[in-house]
């Protein structure tokens, strides 16, 4: 989910990271199992739908640009 190839968020080992189109950063930390249902990417917000995996309880992040 993101703007464009240097500027993306994806799900990985112990949340949801971001990439920068220099660096990578864990940017939202999760300790359960988890999956992502989707995403959506706006100026300055940024929005998940999850659920974890053991119990299947859903989830919502809403994340902001720090810029």
């Known amino acids: 989910f993101g703007r464009n190839e240097s500027d ?6 112990g949340g949801i990271g971001h ?10 930390n999760i300790e359960e199992r988890f999956g992502i249902v989707d995403g959506i990417v706006f100026e ?3 929005f998940f739908m999850g659920f974890f995996i053991d119990s299947f309880k ?3 992040i809403h994340g902001n640009s720090n810029k």
């Not at 993306?8 to 080992?13: I, Y």
């Not at 990439?19 to 939202?28: C, K």
Request: glycine share 4%; net charge negative; aromatic share 36%.
């Open 19 to 28: 990439y920068n189109g220099i660096n990578f950063d864990l940017v939202y």
């Open 58 to 60: 859903f989830f919502f």
């Open 8 to 13: 993306f968020f994806v799900q990985c080992e």
């Open 44 to 46: 300055n917000d940024v």
